[in-house]
């Protein structure tokens, strides 16, 4: 199993769901977060005062999926957020090592279903 874990623009966020149940994904976590890479903020006027955004407004989807599943994922992510400026976002891969599906104590891969 695996944890596919991207950020993205927000406006972004509904061709990356739509893009991930197509491929067969039954369910992710979504929040919103802040963040900076090589963007690195922007300044902004406000009442007259310029002041730095350090923070930009991102959005985490968090994917727990099958092996076989990631790869697709991935892709799936990738292609559906891309817009081919700066601050796209980043997609993290990293390895389940255990799922439970509370109400029925499932464990693994048929705790994900």
Do not use: N
Not at 32 to 48: A, C
Not at 59 to 86: F, H, M, N, P, W
């Amino acid at each position: 199993m695996k944890m596919v874990v991207a950020i993205l623009k927000p406006f972004k966020l509904d061709d990356a769901m739509q893009a991930l149940t197509e491929i067969g994904v039954k369910g992710m976590t979504v929040s919103e977060v802040k963040g900076f890479g090589r963007q690195k903020g922007h300044t902004e006027l406000y009442r007259g005062a310029e002041y730095v955004v350090d923070f930009l407004p991102k959005i985490r989807v968090e994917v727990a999926c099958s092996d076989d599943l990631a790869e697709k994922a991935v892709k799936a992510l990738a292609d559906s957020a891309q817009t081919g400026r700066i601050g796209d976002g980043k997609i993290f891969v990293s390895p389940l090592e255990e799922a439970v599906r509370i109400r029925t104590g499932e464990r693994g891969e048929p705790a994900l279903a």
